[in-house]
């Protein structure tokens, strides 16, 4: 290849990533535009609304700690989706896996005693290795019963909830609780705080930034994730070229389902030090639209699952303030969706307006 098409190869590239980011933030302010007309027919200031938002999400460290804070379950259930989807495959059941993960962080976390840093890595192993489990249970069935990737998850995350549910209210609960939810772990067992009180920053934000480096250099740095990409980019080339198309996709759902697990482990070990009932306001489906607006890439990543982690903490002290309800923050995240969905018909605008500059220049 010569030095011209080597060049001509990166603009192209460039200019692929530029288009994504310029469809990612039109489709955020196409979204939070119309969110704010929904606000104004509901009778409030819009602006005044999303001041109290931002505000609440970043005015202050504290506020902002606990926007980063809600970002490490939405950064590694993003990854999750988007390592899966760089093999095609669609793994729906985040949620589910990140259930089975937080209750096995929390079984090992009240049932042992053991030294504190090998206390937290058992914990956390024990969540990676649900969240596995429970991935392999989907990718065993698409590849010996032929069951779509999508009902499997789907499924599996109603199974998921159940189980988690009983166990909390059930077998597990702790004795004399008023509410639903298991025992404590012990002490040994919790994530070390990284910013002093009264910030709220514990050691899963660390460990949701490894994740994102080594989720990118899986992905960029090894055969494994070339195959992986390969895969998803043309599955029948693939094959030609002798790379095992079942065995990547397999695997890629795995992979999924132990970052999912990690996120539900970080949750309990981190900020809940308890399995409790409903914990999670739907941290697995959230990193669907967390991976859509950064187009798969891991480090876009962490500026998707900030974006959402800090509208939903803002949300609150709007609905305090000002008695929005925090739904219009689900309702402006369906909105990215949508206009992310409408990608096609941005792209042919943006291009055409390339075209009338050249023509005018």
């Given at each position: ?61 504290v506020a902002l700690t606990v926007s980063l804070t809600k970002t490490v379950p939405l950064i ?141 250099f899986l992905l960029n740095k090894t055969t494994t994730g070339y195959e992986m990409r390969a ?68 480090i876009a990543i962490f500026f998707s699952a900030f974006l959402l982690g800090a509208m939903r ?49």
């Amino acid at each position: 290849m010569t030095k011209e098409k080597k060049n001509e190869k990166k603009r192209d590239g460039l200019n692929g990533v530029l288009m994504q980011v310029a469809i990612s933030i039109i489709s955020i302010v196409f979204a939070f535009l119309v969110g704010g007309i929904i606000i104004a027919a509901m009778g409030e200031n819009p602006f005044k609304a999303y001041s109290v938002l931002i505000k609440g999400a970043v005015g202050t460290p504290v506020a902002l700690t606990v926007s980063l804070t809600k970002t490490v379950p939405l950064i590694l259930t993003g990854l999750a989706v988007a390592v899966a989807q760089k093999s095609r495959v669609f793994n729906i059941g985040a949620e589910g896996q990140l259930l089975v993960g937080a209750f096995a962080a929390g079984y090992v976390g009240f049932t042992f005693h053991l030294p504190a840093p090998l206390h937290i890595l058992l914990c956390l192993a024990a969540a990676v290795l649900a969240g596995m489990f429970w991935a392999f249970i989907a990718a065993f069935l698409k590849y010996t019963r032929n069951v779509h990737v999508v009902i499997a998850t789907i499924m599996l995350n109603y199974i998921a909830t159940s189980l988690v549910q009983y166990f909390v209210c059930g077998p597990f609960k702790e004795p004399g609780a008023t509410f639903n939810a298991t025992s404590a772990i012990a002490g040994t067992a919790k994530l070390p705080q990284i910013l002093p009180r009264p910030l709220s920053l514990n050691l899963g934000f660390i460990i949701a930034l490894v994740m994102i480096a080594a989720c990118w250099f899986l992905l960029n740095k090894t055969t494994t994730g070339y195959e992986m990409r390969a895969v998803g980019a043309n599955p029948d080339a693939s094959r030609v070229g002798g790379i095992n198309i079942k065995k990547n996709m397999f695997m890629a759902l795995v992979i999924s389902g132990a970052l999912a697990g990690l996120a539900g482990g970080i949750e309990v070990s981190g900020s809940l030090y308890r399995v409790m009932e409903g914990f999670s306001p739907g941290y697995g489906f959230n990193g669907i639209p967390v991976a859509m607006m950064a187009n798969g890439n891991p480090i876009a990543i962490f500026f998707s699952a900030f974006l959402l982690g800090a509208m939903r903490n803002g949300a609150l002290a709007m609905q305090i303030q000002l008695g929005i309800s925090q739904d219009i923050v689900d309702i402006i995240q369906g909105l990215v969706i949508i206009f992310l969905g409408c990608d096609y018909m941005i792209r042919y605008y943006i291009n055409h307006i390339r075209l009338e500059r050249r023509k005018l220049a």
